[in-house]
């Protein structure tokens, strides 16, 4: 006869039995979906490059990796950096993290204005938030465009104040892919933040004002450790999208001026080399990945402090 033991060992054995045959299914749709197709990649960038496109299969090759950053000489095959991939990789973190930077400055104080409102109210603000993901990603980038172009709204609108006296050229720029790209991800801030804000005590604000804080001071003291977890995954969400942006830059930045995005879509277009733009595929989703797990790193810390 089973003791009481072996019989909650063996229920909880049942129990964890049943619940991977019941998560099976997306487990599978995981592995075909997303870890399948990232594993032909893996596999294109270790192959050689085909003549018109394509690859040669089962032909190994690690001129895609080396093609990353390094590039060979066409007259002595000798390896020297790759400058113009050094430059858009440079210019993708860059414009990642300003990106990341200026929608956290804007959507600070809007979540926060949100979350300070009447609870009837807060569904409203919040409502107008969400439109623009109502609206396709490139009709929202030419509507950018209209703004920022030579005469758009921001040069006519400087020109009839009387600060310049000529358009200034803001597209095809990297400033145009900035605002672009902060006016697109703006919303991904917003809602984390709110999130993280909503949950805050408001009686804490009023007692740092009571033992007679400044209002930075309870921002700094208060506030911001409060939504420490809104405020990474908030930058975590843009971040991400930001770093593998490819329409943005596109219409916003013009050839000259692109990102990680343009160079993979370049490289399996007209560039007809596949393993280099697979090899850059999985570079960027090392990236990532690497933020991610600061993410997750950074959550736990602010989990485990208020836990």
Known sequence: MATPREIAVAAERQ????????????????????IGPLFVMLLYSFMLKGDYGDVKAWQFSSD??????????????????????????WRSVKLSLMTTVVTLFLGFPTAYFIA???????????????????????????????????????NSAMIWIGIIDAPIQIMYTD??????????????????????????????????????????????????????PGIIAGSILVFIPSLGAYV???????????????????????????????A??????IIVTLALLVYVKNASKSGGGHG
């Open 15 to 34: 129990d964890i039995r049943n619940r991977w045959l019941l998560s099976s299914p997306a487990l599978v749709i995981i592995a075909l979906a997303a």
């Open 116 to 154: 300070t409102r009447p609870a009837k109210q807060r569904d409203i603000w919040l409502f107008l938030v969400t439109i623009p993901f109502w609206t396709n990603i490139l009709i929202r980038t030419f509507a950018m465009q209209e703004v920022i172009r030579n005469e758009g709204i921001v």
């Open 280 to 285: 850059l595929s999985i570079t960027l989703m």
């Open 175 to 228: 400033w145009a892919i900035l605002f672009g790209m902060a006016y697109v991800y703006l919303p991904l801030m917003v809602l984390p933040l709110y999130a993280s804000m909503e949950k805050i005590d408001f009686r804490l604000v009023e007692a740092g004002y009571d033992l007679y804080a400044t209002r930075l001071q309870v921002l700094r003291r208060i506030i911001i450790p409060l939504v420490k």
């Open 64 to 89: 895609g990796w080396f093609g990353v950053f390094l590039q060979r000489d066409i007259f002595d095959d000798t390896l020297t950096l790759a400058d113009a991939h050094v430059t858009i990789f």
């Open 248 to 278: 943005t830059p596109r219409v916003l930045g013009g050839g000259k001026n692109m990102m990680l995005g343009n160079l993979i879509e370049l490289q399996f277009g007209q560039g007809r080399n596949w393993p280099l733009g697979a």
